[in-house]
């Protein structure tokens, strides 16, 4: 329902006023004074408060910090019979959504009062996402009961409270922007923006327009202006993923950045002064990387003042059947399925493959299967060949080069890139559906 409160000390105008609103739908709450109305913004939550400027016990540019106190996504609209300048610019200055006078409200007032819904609407909704995000990224939302993960997470919730530059170093797939994203959620910087950057996605030009922007004109193709991402994130987080993939040239713009706070946008001569957290990420080994050269030391030693291990998930064997019940509820959800549970033998077969994709590979797997399951049940039958054969990564010709034992071994193959479907396997292999079962048979594939 759309709440008003209606603050005036003349009934008549009060009555009239409430009746008009109330024929479009909004539930209208009266007040003659402020100390009535300061009760009913106690005892009920109001989307816009109309109020007359002179009451007798007060005024209404005074009260609406007041208000906002009480109910900071009230939007107020204040009324007067005698408007001046003075008042409205301070009333918009304290606060207020609009000022008009009482002459011109009955052509006015309503069209006003539906934007300033609108606009408290809005300010509910931002709030409510705002609280979804900090939800999902926070710490408590990161599943997992083994000890590498839990200390992990101890160390992020440590570093969090301060402004400390962090590294994140882990295989693809353990979940490092999610782990990013948890701790500026914990940080004093959650209400400004978290930002992230693959450095791997962009080649050597445009990574440097992307993080620092650049002038209309300073190269070809920049037909105006452009505000790069260390401007966006500026007051928050900027999570640089792939860090070891950044050129060295760019390297000495992102340490200058690290220890001056300004950078120089592309095509610019004056710096742009910017306050930005950095967290970085990496599946390299940067050490290996600066005995290369393809790594500044001095930008290692900045980034890595404190460094988090994320362990990948073949260390996380306790945490498989967490996050895959989990994976299997949200996907669920998405496809209107009801997954009863994971069958022991489903789960036991998630536990022993090696999961070199980590937690975004078992993710994508435990899509798959909601996806194939009819049952309520996930079963075996839902995984891929290769999850269900894990001896399959392993397998080696090293020690036996005969042809039947490489005969296997690339039906294996094949059999695996079709996810065990036989037919399509037969087709890639140029040889009869027949004569696939019967070498299946001889080799006990």
Request: net charge neutral; proline share 2%; hydrophobic share 40%.
């Amino acid at each position: 329902m759309k709440h008003v409160l209606l603050i005036d000390d003349e009934e008549k105008l009060r009555q009239l006023t409430a009746r008009i609103i109330a024929l479009e739908g909004f539930e209208v709450v009266q007040a003659d004074s402020l100390k009535s109305a300061r009760k009913k913004l106690i005892s009920e939550e109001f989307d816009v408060v109309i109020c007359d400027v002179k009451l007798p016990d007060g005024n209404g540019v005074e009260f609406i910090e007041s208000i906002k106190e009480k109910q900071p996504f009230a939007e107020i609209i204040l009324l007067t019979a005698y408007g001046n300048i003075a008042d409205g610019v301070q009333s918009i200055k304290n606060g207020a959504f609009d000022y008009i006078t009482k002459g011109d409200d009955n052509n006015k007032i309503i069209p006003l009062l539906h934007r300033a819904f609108e606009k408290a609407q809005l300010a509910k909704r931002v709030q409510q996402l705002e609280k979804q995000v900090a939800k999902k990224y926070n710490f408590d939302s990161i599943i997992g009961r083994s000890p590498a993960i839990i200390d992990a997470i101890n160390w992020g919730k440590k570093v969090a409270q301060g402004d400390t530059t962090v590294l994140l170093l882990g295989e693809t797939g353990t979940g490092k922007e999610v782990f990013a994203q948890a701790i500026h959620q914990a940080s004093n910087r959650n209400k400004r923006n978290f930002v992230a950057l693959n450095c791997a996605a962009f080649g050597r030009e445009l990574l440097e327009s992307e993080l620092f922007g650049h002038k209309a004109g300073s190269f070809t193709g920049a037909l105006k202006d452009k505000k790069g991402l260390f401007e966006e994130a500026n007051g928050g987080t900027l999570f640089l993923d792939e860090i070891g993939e950044m050129a060295v040239d760019l390297q000495a713009k992102l340490l200058r950045v690290l220890e001056m706070g300004e950078f120089l946008k592309i095509g610019e001569t004056e710096p742009t002064k910017v306050d930005v957290r950095i967290v970085a990420a990496t599946n390299r080994q940067l050490e290996d990387e600066i005995e290369k050269g393809t790594f500044r030391s001095d930008l290692y030693y900045r980034l890595s003042v404190f460094t988090i291990f994320l362990p990948p998930l073949r260390e996380r064997k306790q945490d498989i059947a967490l996050l895959a019940n989990n994976f299997a509820e949200v996907f669920a959800l998405k496809t209107n399925k009801r997954i009863v549970k994971l069958s022991h033998t489903y789960l036991q077969a998630l536990e022993h493959y090696p999961w070199k994709g980590n937690i975004r590979e078992l993710k994508n797997v435990i899509e798959r299967s909601v996806i194939l399951d009819e049952s309520g049940v996930l079963n075996v039958d839902s995984l891929p060949y290769e999850v269900r054969h894990p001896e399959l990564q392993h397998t080696t010709v090293s020690s036996n080069f005969s042809l039947e034992s490489m005969e296997k071994l690339h039906i294996q193959k094949v059999l695996a890139f079709t996810h065990g479907n036989k037919a399509e396997a037969a087709r890639l292999l140029d040889i009869g559906i027949a004569t696939l079962y019967r070498k299946i048979e001889q080799y006990k594939i």
